[in-house]
């Protein structure tokens, strides 16, 4: 593979980790937001149904987290292995943040459904809705320690420039 082919690679598993995570989001929190909304009309507990109905929007957040920790191997340097794990780490963030934040908005609506019908479970809530988040964040832990097998991107650029001069 050229290392054009190898930057495509990569960017395609930025892309998807960003995209995916991002649209699980948006979803999470609009299912949240549109349980916050019907429950405005019983109880006014606005604030409590703010916190619950952001919760799911941090995984894309995490999406954006993983790339910046991506971004250094993104270069016309970037080896197949190197391309080829940001490409599974991209789909694997990328899906985790998907589904972890669509549950996570349903947790967090049956929360807020629960609120507006006068049972205090705001801290149950916020805890249940920590279970699919918590796989987010092992994606990030996960990406944190594949990219560290991977090398210094600069080392291996460095490398690169070398082999060539020498042919």
Not at 32 to 54: C, D, R
Not at 72 to 91: D, E, K, R, V
Not at 145 to 167: C, E, F
Request: net charge positive.
């Amino acid at each position: 593979m050229t290392m054009t082919t190898n930057l495509l690679i990569a960017y395609i598993g930025v892309g998807l980790m960003i995209g995916l995570s991002g649209i699980g989001s948006a979803y999470g929190v609009t299912i949240a937001g549109n349980a916050s909304l019907g429950a405005l009309k019983k109880v006014k507990k606005f604030n409590n149904y703010l916190f619950l109905s952001a919760l799911p929007g941090t995984q894309g957040l995490y999406g954006f987290v993983a790339f910046f920790m991506m971004q250094s191997y993104l270069t016309s340097y970037i080896s197949w292995m190197q391309a080829a794990a940001i490409f599974g780490l991209g789909i694997i963030v990328g899906v985790v943040g998907l589904l972890s934040s669509i549950r996570q908005g349903q947790i967090c609506a049956n929360g807020i459904v629960a609120i507006s019908n006068g049972h205090n479970v705001v801290g149950n809530t916020m805890i249940l809705a920590a279970f699919p988040e918590l796989y987010a964040i092992l994606t990030i832990a996960a990406t944190f320690l594949v990219l560290g097998l991977l090398g210094d991107p600069i080392t291996s650029q460095a490398m690169l420039d070398a082999v060539k001069a020498v042919y």
